[in-house]
């Protein structure tokens, strides 16, 4: 069964265009670092698979649900799939991975820990994990689908308990993907200020699950029907990689092994 919550977002949403091309300027950074054999852990629909598997000498996705990716990907010799919960990243050697490439995961896993300790392990010496992850700073509510979220400092500070050497870029958006931030933030605080004990953020995960995913959705859509000429509009080119600052949207992490 294919799991699609709003986590999860599509090429074939409409609604969902900004946060998509958002997740592909890391994709096209990805595909200028990698080389050899290359693992992606949390691959989901298989959308960065055609900018990852062409660079690479041997391609493995991982991911916890089944995916629909084409049959066509899936015949490629160099490419291969596994279906498994992580960590640990089972029948995976050590020391087998040239680059380790896992966007907008680890703050869905609770033993991130142990999750960066697997990803050390099977890396090469000289290895690099490619990472990204929300900038808590700039979260406009309580993702419940999230086990946790980190800021500058608790980024850097795990991972530097595993790698040597390592680099915390931000993800940015120009003037056009900050004015749907904009409007996206002042459509949040809408629904949000009925909340005026901030219930969202001790309330259990599960128990905001479901209705999260209800309302982003209808919040994306709202947000599409009525700034039509944004949402359309933003494309990869809209989004840059340097420097992180606390106002970047997201991580863009480089550690070596």
């Known amino acids: 069964m294919i799991i699609q919550t709003a986590e999860r977002s599509s090429h074939l949403d409409p609604s969902e265009n900004v946060i998509f091309q958002r997740h592909m300027i890391a994709y096209n950074q990805a595909a200028k670092l990698i080389n050899g054999t290359v693992l992606e852990i949390g691959c989901g629909e298989g959308y960065g698979i055609t900018e990852l598997a062409k660079y690479s000498e041997k391609y493995i996705g991982v991911d916890k649900f089944e995916t629909n990716i084409s049959d066509d990907i899936k015949n490629n010799n160099n490419i291969i799939f596994h279906k498994m919960e992580i960590p640990p990243l089972e029948n995976i050697e050590a020391n087998s991975i040239d680059v380790v490439v896992t966007f907008q995961v680890i703050e869905h896993i609770q033993a ?7 990803i050390y392990r099977v890396l090469k010496p000289g290895g690099k994990l490619l990472l990204t992850t929300p900038n ?5 509510s309580r993702n419940p689908w999230h086990i946790r979220e980190y800021t500058p400092i608790e980024m850097n500070n795990i991972l530097r308990k595993y790698f040597h050497s390592f680099k915390v870029n931000g993800v940015f958006g120009n003037d056009l993907v900050m004015e749907y931030y904009n409007k996206n933030k002042e459509s949040v605080r809408k629904i949000t200020r009925f909340d005026i004990f901030n219930l969202q953020y001790f309330m259990p995960r599960w128990f905001l699950k479901i209705p999260y995913d209800i309302l982003n959705r209808f919040n994306r859509r709202r947000l599409k029907s009525n700034n039509e000429d944004i949402v359309n509009l933003v494309k990869v080119s809209d989004y840059s990689i340097k420097d992180s600052t606390d106002n970047c949207l997201d991580y863009f992490c480089i550690a070596t092994k």
Do not use: G, T
Request: net charge negative; aromatic share 16%.
């Open 112 to 118: 991130d820990h142990y999750f960066l300790e697997e």
């Open 136 to 140: 808590k700073l700039m979260s406009l």
